[in-house]
């Protein structure tokens, strides 16, 4: 049986040990390896960081199926999978600022939290179709977001299957635990979210590989991938790489991307060796 698996960076930096290890894992459990270049946000990603990833991964020693799917290209299927929900009745606009959701939450005794932090209040979902229609004709800013309960009530009961490092087995779902998630706003025709459960049965993916700080995404994604009549994938999420100060690695941390690695002498070998040998990266940041 043919297991198909990912990895899709973003191009908005250079590649570190955690991308690394996530690549090495992904490769490691697929028979079918492909990789996919998320670049919705077209203001940071750059060509130029493309280009060091594909090096970066050849260097690495991995290959994978071409050619590699670009985000970019998918606008339309996004589009039309946005308007598949929002004919269920399930997507309104949002029209308020980072600011007005959170003095919302200020204000608020108790505010819902999700594994991001407060979750946002619902201001926008009780608006009639008429005032709605009014700021939409006024032109102002807004996202959409899903009304997650609602989506909820029509989903029934989810779980997916985990075989990662962590917990595995059966795992029910929450669908509510992020609230109503944006889906896309007004000058970005898809969100993180959508984007993700499409491109991955686009593509074919039975196996979902990725960090556990992505764990919790997976409660959302299987709802949209239910909603919008998706295939089901497994999921596989892996422990992260740490550095000696049990800090997680970032694109900002020149001293362990993978060029700056192989400009000091890292080989291929190395890097995996140090990421096979400890829950810690061992290649400090010089």
């Known amino acids: 049986m043919t297991t198909t698996t990912r990895f899709a960076p973003s191009p908005t930096g250079a590649l570190h040990l955690g991308h690394a290890y996530a690549a090495l894992f992904a490769r490691a459990r697929g028979t079918r390896f492909l990789v996919r270049i998320e670049d919705i946000d077209r203001a940071r990603c750059k060509a130029v960081y493309e280009a060091a990833i594909l090096n970066d991964l050849a260097w690495l020693g991995l290959s994978w199926e071409e050619p590699v799917l670009r985000q970019s290209t998918r606008m339309a299927a996004y589009g039309a999978a946005l308007a598949k929900l929002k004919a269920m009745g399930l997507v309104y606009p949002c029209f308020c600022t980072r600011t007005e959701i ?8 108790s505010a819902p939290q999700g594994p ?9 979902r009780p608006l009639s179709e008429t005032a709605r229609n009014r700021r939409l004709s006024e032109g102002q800013p807004y996202a959409l977001r899903l009304d997650s309960a609602k ?10 299957q985990e075989q ?14 992020f609230g109503d998630i ?15 459960v499409m491109d991955d049965a686009f593509q074919g993916v039975t196996l979902v590989t990725r960090g556990q700080d992505l764990f919790a995404a997976t409660h959302i994604q299987r709802l949209l991938q239910t909603l919008l009549g998706l295939p089901e994938p497994a999921y596989a999420h892996h422990k ?23 400009e000091q002498g890292a080989t291929p070998r190395d890097i995996a060796a140090c990421l096979q040998d400890s829950d810690r990266a061992m290649i400090s940041r010089k």
């Open 102 to 109: 959170a003095e919302e939450i200020a204000r608020a005794e």
């Open 116 to 124: 991001d932090g407060p979750l946002y209040p619902g201001t926008c």
């Open 151 to 160: 989506a909820a009530a029509g989903a029934g009961p989810l779980s997916f």
């Open 164 to 177: 990662g490092e962590g917990q595995t087995g059966c795992i029910s779902v929450d669908p509510l635990c």
């Open 182 to 196: 944006v889906l896309a706003r007004k000058d970005t025709p898809s969100a993180y979210h959508l984007a993700v």
């Open 240 to 262: 992260l790489i740490l550095d000696e100060t049990g800090k997680k690695f970032s694109k900002r941390d020149r001293a362990v991307t993978l060029q700056a690695l192989r």
